[in-house]
């Protein structure tokens, strides 16, 4: 088994950054990618941003890109989300997932572990 958790999220005013972290513990030998997903009330939970293994491949939603950047570190099987020029549309519950296979989904029923998740509230 794979135990996910974040850290990292907070309030921050828009424009403002935060940066969050999630450790794997447990069999991490089989993980592939690692992802974040975000969710608010009444939506579904939606793909961020996600990364293989090895770090060649990442892949971010459209509203993210070149402002946030996920990034691995395997030694301390942690995968990180810089999140700059935030805004309150990014105001959402966070989740790490990973799955054991390498491809790299946006679907959240094709992830394999999860964590339990951190808030980011941005204030206008």
């Known amino acids: 088994q794979v135990q996910l958790e974040e850290s990292g999220g907070g309030l921050v005013q828009a424009g403002g950054s935060l940066t969050l972290s999630c450790r794997a513990s447990g069999r991490t030998s089989i993980i592939d990618v690692m992802s974040w997903f975000r969710h608010t009330p009444g939506n579904q939970r939606e793909f961020v941003a996600g990364?293989?293994?090895?770090?060649?491949?990442?892949d971010y939603i459209d509203s993210v890109k070149g402002r946030f950047t996920i990034s691995r570190d395997n030694a301390q099987n942690t995968v990180t989300l810089q999140m700059n020029s935030l805004n309150p549309e990014d105001t959402a519950r966070y989740y790490c997932?990973?799955?054991?296979?390498?491809?790299?989904?946006?679907?959240?029923?094709?992830?394999?572990?999860w964590g339990q998740g951190t808030q980011v509230t941005v204030s206008s």
């Open positions: 990364i293989n293994r090895n770090g060649g491949t990442t």
């Open positions: 997932a990973a799955r054991k296979s390498g491809f790299l989904p946006s679907t959240p029923a094709y992830y394999d572990y």
